[in-house]
Nanobody, 124 residues
Framework: QVQLVESGGGLVQAGGSLRLSCAAS????????VGWFRQAPGKERDFVAA????????YYADSVKGRFTISRDNAWNTVYLQMNSLKPEDTAVYYC?????????????????WGLGTQVTVSS
C-alpha cells in the first residue's frame, strides 16, 4: 500500500515557475514508477510525466517537454515536478500516481495509487 500527498500548487503568472512535490508513505516506494497527471475542468485526466524507480529515463507529454522536469529522491520518498515557462493552458489539478510492476506507464489505468491532487492556476 502506498499513500501519496501532493503539494506546491498555487497561482502563478504566465511565464512563471512552480515546483510540485509528491510525498509517499509505505514500503517499497522505490519500486514504483511515479507519474504526474493533470485534469482541467470538463476534460479527461492527461499524462504529464513519469519516472522509473531508479530516476533514469524520465518521459514527458509533448505539451510539456522542455518546460517540465520530473525527478525523484527515494531517500525522502518524494517525487518532484519542476514546471517552468508556465502557460494558461497548464491550469489544472495535478495528481501524482504510482504504478508497480511496469517498465513504462503513461495511461491512467496503469496506475495503482493516486493522490488527491493540487491545484495549479496560471494567469495570463
Amino acid at each position: 500500500q502506498v499513500q501519496l500527498v501532493e503539494s506546491g500548487g498555487g497561482l502563478v503568472q504566465a511565464g512563471g515557475s512552480l515546483r510540485l512535490s509528491c510525498a509517499a508513505s509505505g514500503r517499497t516506494f522505490s519500486s514504483y514508477i511515479v507519474g504526474w497527471f493533470r485534469q482541467a475542468p470538463g476534460k479527461e485526466r492527461d499524462f504529464v510525466a513519469a519516472i522509473n524507480w531508479s530516476g533514469s529515463n524520465p518521459y514527458y507529454a509533448d505539451s510539456v517537454k522542455g518546460r517540465f522536469t520530473i525527478s525523484r529522491d527515494n531517500a525522502w520518498n518524494t517525487v518532484y515536478l519542476q514546471m517552468n515557462s508556465l502557460k494558461p493552458e497548464d491550469t489544472a489539478v495535478y495528481y501524482c500516481a504510482a504504478a508497480l510492476g511496469l517498465i513504462r506507464a503513461s495511461l491512467v489505468e496503469e496506475y495503482d495509487y493516486w493522490g488527491l491532487g493540487t491545484q495549479v492556476t496560471v494567469s495570463s
